[in-house]
């Protein structure tokens, strides 16, 4: 656009784009998705705008709407391929005002507007400057005072009922009534992980002795329930199902392996150091290092690469990118209905761990030709290792695939488990999530989830692109790379002939 339109009756024939929100992925009320498409249809029709097919659909609070994914990829396509976002209500865009401000002066600024389908308002109308402002303030004053409400709520059971009142149930309970006790089936594992802790073992191999998620074993480990107290200190209305002695036991042994002395006595790096991040271009693996001098983690090329214009970046900005992209993985309704038809047919594929054992011995072998000349004996092996990779590779085998919606569940949990656990924890989610993770300097390029989770569709659920705030001060703007998922393709195919 040259200009902005300054009313309804410039809209004809420009590009719109939609927009979607729901608070909660499901959300069903009185403006849930499909109303809000309702309101999008007649608008576009209405005001002869030409519908681009691009849809924003984003499952998120509207407090804080602007730092997914979704919202980055809209800002930056504003001008580019739309000119009007087209929402169905105001209170959908979202529900803090100093973002909804931000946001109409960016846009502008890009050459696009917002149209807000049910009350006719049109951003760039300075005669309804006034009305959108009111509009969106009342949309933030309903939130806080929804969230007043809940809050209010949680303090009050708090009180009457000794309960946490909010969040999930840790391990080792459950809910009754709505209040949370000691779950007689679980609980015995529970205490069992302070006995091995206490004893001395990791929480990595406590979590491998009692078969559960290492994150799991964390929180037994510090949740103030199993002390019979809530995170404020107030007592539970059940006894601590954990006695003193064995939780002090268990916390002095943790503190024990965790430092030494004043200082860390281990950094842990959850994509690096025998972790899935590698160069793209070279396929070296990338290594942990750490600044001294500015006491930062960072992540270093071996050998500096000529596709590398630095030869070290900031750990956090890799994975800062991961934890987008487990976020974004939670499927959308298109992403959810390819993985059901791709999962409706088995997974006819390579024995991709026989395959990767066969290539871990000729990197070993081709390692040692490094050092001084291969041998015969080396070379005549390297020759039967290619033989049997072709054989594998040429001789598909059916693969178990877990029930759609256990793997849809499985997808919908991967960015909520990194937020919450800590580096231990998040290495062993990177490590059992990708089986290779290709970066160029700060981005990551390309990508190969493990066999465990391909079975699952999160190559299907996976955004195709990432989005991220590049450069610094008030010219800062959103910066888009396109992203190579292997054996996408294939899963594509795959939904569509199911």
Request: proline content about 5%; glycine content about 8%; overall charge positive.
């Amino acid at each position: 656009m040259t200009r902005l339109p300054a009313s309804l009756d410039d809209l004809a024939g420009l590009r719109a784009a939609r927009w979607i929100r729901e608070s909660t992925r499901g959300q069903a009320d009185n403006f849930g998705p499909e109303s809000q498409r309702r309101q999008q249809d007649d608008a576009i029709e209405r005001f002869g705008l030409r519908d681009t097919g691009l849809t924003y659909d984003v499952a998120h609070s509207g407090r804080t709407i602007a730092s997914t994914g979704e919202w980055s990829a809209m800002v930056a396509a504003a001008g580019g391929s739309w000119d009007v976002l087209v929402i169905g209500y105001v209170s959908r865009f979202a529900r803090d005002a100093r973002t909804a401000l931000n946001a109409r002066h960016d846009l502008h600024a890009a050459g696009a507007v917002l149209l807000f389908a049910d009350e006719r308002i049109l951003t760039s109308d300075d005669d309804r400057w006034g009305e959108w402002y009111r509009e969106t303030g009342e949309a933030e004053a309903y939130s806080r005072r929804l969230s007043k409400r809940v809050r209010e709520a949680f303090a009050a059971k708090r009180v009457l009922h000794h309960d946490p009142g909010s969040g999930e149930t840790s391990y080792g309970f459950r809910r009754a009534a709505g209040l949370v006790e000691p779950d007689p089936d679980t609980m015995p594992r529970a205490v069992e992980a302070y006995r091995l802790s206490a004893g001395g073992l990791t929480d990595q191999a406590v979590a491998d002795r009692l078969e559960i998620g290492l994150w799991q074993v964390r929180t037994i480990l510090r949740s103030s329930l199993y002390a019979g107290r809530l995170d404020d200190g107030t007592e539970t209305r059940f006894p601590a199902p954990v006695p003193l002695e064995l939780r002090e036991a268990a916390a002095a042994a943790r503190a024990r392996r965790t430092w030494s002395g004043h200082h860390p006595h281990d950094r842990v790096y959850p994509l690096t150091d025998r972790g899935p991040l590698v160069c793209d271009a070279c396929d070296r693996p990338i290594k942990g290092a750490f600044r001294v001098d500015r006491g930062r983690r960072m992540h270093r090329h071996p050998d500096r690469c000529a596709a590398w214009s630095i030869a070290e970046t900031p750990a956090e900005e890799h994975e800062r990118l991961v934890a987008q992209l487990l976020r974004r993985a939670s499927p959308n309704r298109q992403s959810a209905a390819r993985i059901r038809a791709a999962l409706a047919r088995p997974a006819i594929t390579p024995d991709r761990l026989a395959v990767a054992r066969l290539e871990a011995e000729m990197r070993r072998i081709a390692a040692t030709g490094i050092v001084s000349a291969y041998s015969t004996s080396d070379l005549t092996r390297l020759e039967q290792l290619r033989a049997q990779r072709a054989a594998l590779e040429s001789t598909p085998i059916a693969e178990d695939q877990p029930d759609a919606d256990a793997a849809l569940d499985y997808l919908a949990d991967l960015g909520r488990l990194w937020r919450r656990t800590d580096d231990e924890g998040r290495r062993a989610l990177a490590v059992a999530t990708f089986a290779r993770l290709g970066a160029i300097g700060p981005r990551i390029v390309s990508l190969e989830v493990t066999p465990a989770a391909e079975r699952r569709g999160l190559v299907l659920a996976l955004p195709t692109s990432v989005t991220t705030v590049g450069g610094t001060g008030a010219g800062h703007s959103a910066v888009s790379w396109p992203l190579v998922i292997a054996h996408r393709d294939a899963w594509l195919r795959a939904s569509r002939t199911a």
